[in-house]
């Protein structure tokens, strides 16, 4: 569906854990990308890469950490030092060249600091 | 970086009734201006595009306008229905020639469409 994948659907993480997020496509787009979702907040950039082996910081980097060893995948690691990681993230990919540019996202995982 | 402003956050019209979603951006390179809709406990899913070479553009009953003189482009919905009822997100990409860009997004605007 879609062609991205995220797993798992729900996470459950004790605090003071670091948990890892998997995010794979299939779809041989340069382009991820790592959004968070909270109520009222609508979509905000945790990192993004367009190529294999970069990344970049986006609006609310801090306490996260990615990969990008292979373009499939983009996996993002919450780290302890996130204070509220509680939240719904969203994996994206896209091609990102002039004529086509549209970008789809992964079923969301659902994590919850228990 | 980008910026988009979006609003109004919520909105509630009635069935029938036209949806009007309004949504700025800041960084004048950006040239690539998708629509998003999310049901609840789902993924966005593209639902309309348009791209800085157009003014409009239209699917069936979903429109999009793009101004880029003022920045900001609307997304119209006429002829409502219960189906329609979504958080809606606009976003805004740069240029494949501005580099590194990522896609930008608003806030969402939660529409209602009462029976």
């Known amino acids: 569906d879609g062609g991205i994948t995220q797993s798992p659907k729900y996470l459950f993480r004790k605090e003071g854990q670091n948990v890892t997020l998997s995010c794979e496509q299939n779809l041989n787009h340069d382009a991820m990308y790592w959004y968070r979702q909270d109520p009222g907040q609508g979509l905000r950039l945790i990192y993004y890469s367009q190529i294999v082996n970069d990344f970049q910081k986006g609006d609310i980097a801090e306490g996260y950490s990615v990969s990008r060893e292979k373009k499939e995948s983009f996996p993002l690691t919450v780290t302890s030092a996130q204070k509220n990681p509680t939240a719904f993230y969203l994996c994206a990919s896209s091609i990102h060249r002039e004529s086509d540019t549209e970008a789809f996202f992964g079923q969301g995982t659902r994590l919850t600091v228990v | 970086g980008e910026n988009v402003e979006q609003h109004p956050s919520t909105l509630s019209v009635q069935e029938g009734d036209s949806a009007v979603i309004k949504c700025t951006y800041s960084d004048s390179a950006s040239n690539y201006f998708p629509w998003y809709k999310q049901e609840l406990g789902k993924r966005p899913q593209l639902i309309i595009d348009?791209?800085?070479?157009?003014g409009e553009k239209k699917d069936q009953r979903i429109a999009v306008t793009l101004n880029k003189t003022a920045k900001h482009f609307s997304l119209h919905i006429t002829e409502t229905q219960p189906e329609d009822s979504a958080v809606y997100f606009c976003?805004?990409?740069?240029?494949?020639?501005?580099?590194?860009?990522?896609?930008?997004f608003g806030k969402g605007t939660r529409l209602s469409v009462i029976a």
């Open positions: 348009i791209r800085s070479n157009v």
């Open positions: 976003a805004a990409l740069g240029g494949y020639s501005s580099g590194n860009t990522p896609l930008v």
